[in-house]
């Protein structure tokens, strides 16, 4: 059977989304599976043992038409699909790809995953949901190792590290808690900084900042003794790779839908504030796991 796996993007989302992948790989050991997903994210998923075929979707515009009839012919010739992403986008390439049998939101769809409360579940809740749907009856905690294998050596880490990640998507600066550089001396190892370039600007420590691909990046991150940051996508790495980890929430999103989970589907140490600039460095360093 030919099937074809749907899954654009974030970081945090993929992440989360990797125990459906493996789950997938499982129920069809056999079968030829093609994911589409987003050239951010290819080289990181080429690497997992889940898929035979990566394509990358650039999401052409419906005004595009010649990028809507490659994507059509892209999508064509699929036995089954998994739209992981359930978006408005991915959802209306049901219609595309010539209505196949398909596991998503799509109405009419031979999958649909109708749950009037999908909306207020967290994502991890949602793939179960989905899948069960589909007759792929539970989630496995999914084996990382593929996901380690990077050689980091040239970044020369200290033995035992804390990972320092204090940044966010750039258009959500509320997703950010200002206090990582006064934390540093209060913690009981050398901090490591990873994320986007800059975002280690003033923080005392190892800045590794737009230094790493993905791979590198969880491959540092599995290093770890604990990992502190903001509701991004390495804090997600960090949780599925069992680095015990503490996630700080504002009010700008809601870790009951998006945070991150353990290899086990359990919950990291969650700290939330209206607002993070209000979170005091001694309540932060209190709740370290």
């Keep these: 059977m030919n099937i074809l796996v749907i899954k654009h993007g974030a970081l945090g989302d993929i992440v989360l989304a990797l125990p459906a992948m493996a789950a997938i790989r499982a129920a069809h050991p056999h079968d030829h599976i093609t994911l589409l997903t987003t050239a951010p994210y290819a080289a990181l998923l080429k690497a997992s043992p889940y898929f035979d075929d990566i394509l990358q979707d650039s999401r052409p515009s419906a005004w595009n038409l010649p990028g809507l009839l490659a994507l059509r012919r892209r999508l064509r010739g699929f036995s089954l699909v998994y739209d992981l992403q359930t978006s408005a986008r991915s959802t209306r390439y049901y219609a595309l790809a010539g209505k196949p049998r398909w596991s998503g939101i799509a109405k009419g769809c031979a999958f649909q995953h109708a749950d009037p409360n999908r909306d207020h579940l967290h994502t991890r809740e ?149 607002s993070l600039s209000d979170l005091a460095v001694a309540q932060v360093q209190a709740a370290l796991p």
């Design 126 to 274: 949602r793939l179960v949901g989905q899948l069960l749907a589909a007759g792929i009856p539970a989630l496995p905690a999914a084996e990382l190792g593929w996901l380690t294998a990077a050689d980091i050596s040239r970044f020369n880490l200290p033995a035992s590290f804390a990972l320092l990640v204090p940044g966010a998507a750039p258009h959500r600066p509320e997703k950010r808690w200002p206090h990582f550089a006064a934390l540093v001396p209060r913690l009981a190892l050398p901090a490591v900084i990873v994320g986007s370039a800059g975002e280690g600007a003033g923080i005392p420590g190892r800045d590794l900042t737009g230094q790493t691909s993905l791979l590198e990046l969880a491959s540092i991150i599995a290093r770890a003794t604990l990992a502190i940051g903001n509701d991004t996508g390495p804090m997600h790495l960090a949780a599925a790779l069992g680095v015990p980890s503490l996630v700080l929430f504002s009010a700008a999103s809601n870790p009951a839908l998006t945070a991150p989970r353990t290899p086990d589907g359990g919950w990291p140490v969650i700290l939330s504030a209206p």
